[in-house]
Nanobody
Framework: QVQLVESGGGLVQAGGSLRLSCVAS????????IGWFRQAPGRERQFLAA????????IDQHSVKGRLTISRDNAKNTVYLHLNSLTPEDTAVYYC??????????????????WGRGTQVTVSS
């Protein structure tokens, strides 16, 4: 089992930025890839980015239009998501997830084996 805990959410003003953290614990060998998703009320879960522990990244440029960076600190078993130029459309619950398989399409939510509980991000106008 892999446990994932997100943090860093909250209320942010439009135009601001945030950094979310995802700490993995447990059998982290089962987390070849860490992905970030978000889900706004009434909308489907949306893929944002993923990173392997070797540092290979996949970022959905369509959803965040170059405003996102993803990074990791292997020593801390932590993956970070930095999102800038926030707008109210970024309001959502942000989740990190882990998958055992280190290859394939990282944007498919159902391919992830473990999920955190999410952290709420609210962007005020």
């Amino acid at each position: 089992q892999v446990q994932l805990v997100e943090s860093g959410g909250g209320l942010v003003q439009a135009g601001g930025s945030l950094r979310l953290s995802c700490v993995a614990s447990g059998r982290t060998s089962g987390s070849a890839v860490i992905g970030w998703f978000r889900q706004a009320p009434g909308r489907e879960r949306q893929f944002l980015a993923a990173i392997t522990w070797q540092g290979d990244q996949t970022i959905d440029q369509h959803s965040v239009k170059g405003r996102l960076t993803i990074s990791r600190d292997n020593a801390k078993n932590t993956v970070y998501l930095h999102l800038n130029s926030l707008t109210p459309e970024d309001t959502a619950v942000y989740y990190c997830a882990a998958r055992r398989r280190g290859s394939g399409n990282f944007a498919i939510a159902t391919d992830y084996d473990f999920w955190g509980r999410g952290t709420q991000v609210t962007v005020s106008s």
